[in-house]
């Protein structure tokens, strides 16, 4: 059975294609990949991508977005009422997340946390 006709909701497809995207990140250059191998590796079908974004450029875009909101959530739950607080949970956030920035980085697309 496919993840599609298995899927509860929207908010996990969409996980499906941001792991997907990112896997796909880790072998070869953002450019070289195809929004067909997204889906393929995400095992939904193409219509379902084009469901819920344009391209693949947007689809990197929520990636990025979901790890911002991920540092709100962080430095909302911690002891962020000093200084100090906000420093230790923003950098031990990005430290947790070192991986999704160089994933960036070495595709030559970290310019896109430039535009959140």
């Known amino acids: ?16 294609m941001m792991d997907s ?5 880790k072998e070869k250059p953002f450019r070289e990949i195809k929004i067909t191998e ?9 219509c379902t991508f084009y469901r ?3 391209s693949k450029e947007e689809l990197l875009m929520q990636c990025c977005k979901t790890v ?7 430095l909302e739950e ?8 906000t420093a230790i949970g923003y950098f031990s956030y990005w430290l947790e997340h070192r991986s999704f920035l ?8 970290l310019y896109f946390m430039l535009n959140i």
Not at 21 to 25: F, R
Not at 38 to 46: F, G, N, P, S, T
Request: hydrophobic fraction near 40%; include cysteine.
């Open 1 to 16: 059975m496919s993840k599609e006709k298995a899927a509860k909701t929207p908010n996990q497809i969409e996980q499906w």
């Open 21 to 25: 995207l990112l896997s796909l990140m």
């Open 38 to 46: 997204i889906v393929e590796r995400a095992q939904l079908a193409r």
């Open 52 to 54: 819920y974004y344009a």
């Open 68 to 74: 911002f909101s991920g540092l709100s959530r962080r």
């Open 78 to 85: 911690e002891d962020c009422n000093t200084f100090y607080g």
């Open 102 to 109: 160089e994933l960036l980085r070495d595709s030559g697309m």
